[in-house]
């Protein structure tokens, strides 16, 4: 079956520093999606990505949808402390039913003040 | 504009006890997703469901797991005589009728835990 890598598992920036998480798919995507948890909390979706190649920005985070629409990113320029969570990547397999996403594992990022 | 309601917030039972865990999707949603989340893992989906029908239970245990949405009320995830590896958070989504490639929106889920 389908399966989303992410990489890395836990990553741990000074406040300040840039921030960037990789997700790749073991199928083409018909779209992916970005979700934050915070500890304790639920997910809270982010942003979709559609086309491939696709670029889009919220303020201090780019995200990317890769040319394959197999992988894309996540960057956090000048992170903060209120950045702090699980950042997970879904994706929606092409030509699959179109309500079923598959997490992955996500990166918990930590941020030092 | 009420989101996602998840109840009860944490549940407690012991090894052969049943849990019932409840979900109210947002207002308009008709859409209801099932996951599970052990600790440091992703979110696994477990069943989806439209009002009065199960759409795809491929990632819900065959054995002692059921999930209902009824015409009126919340959904419901069931475990019957639940051992200790059920332990973890079940979340549930929901998302609007008819809309293809929507945002899931997430409750505050259950934390499950089996003494």
């Known amino acids: 079956g389908q399966q989303v890598m992410q990489i890395p598992q836990y990553q741990h920036v000074q406040e300040g520093e840039d921030f960037t998480t990789y997700c790749n798919s073991s199928?083409?995507?018909?779209?992916i999606q970005w979700y934050k948890q915070r500890p304790g909390g639920h997910p809270v979706f982010l942003i979709q990505?559609?086309?491939?190649?696709e670029v889009k920005k919220q303020k201090r985070l780019t995200f990317q949808f890769g040319e394959a629409k197999k992988n894309s990113s996540l960057h956090i320029t000048a992170t903060q402390t209120t950045d702090v969570g699980t950042y997970f990547c879904a994706g929606r397999a092409r030509g699959g039913s179109n309500y079923k996403l598959t997490f992955g594992k996500g990166t918990l990022l930590t941020v030092n003040p | 504009n009420a989101g996602v309601m998840q109840n009860p917030r944490h549940l407690v039972r012991r090894r052969g006890q049943e849990a019932r865990l409840r979900c109210s999707p947002m207002k308009g949603h008709s859409h209801v997703y099932w996951y599970r989340q052990l600790p440091e893992e992703g979110l696994k989906f477990m069943v989806y469901?439209?009002?009065?029908?199960?759409?795809?239970e491929s990632g819900m245990p065959k054995e002692r797991f059921s999930a209902e949405f009824p015409k009126e009320g919340p959904s419901i995830l069931r475990i019957q005589q639940v051992v200790r590896g059920d332990s973890a958070a079940y979340f549930c989504?929901?998302?609007?009728?008819?809309?293809?490639?929507?945002?899931?929106?997430f409750g505050d889920g259950t934390r499950l835990s089996i003494l």
């Open positions: 199928t083409t995507l018909s779209n």
């Open positions: 469901l439209q009002k009065e029908n199960i759409i795809d």
């Open positions: 990505l559609v086309k491939s190649g």
């Open positions: 989504a929901s998302s609007p009728a008819g809309e293809i490639n929507q945002p899931q929106h």
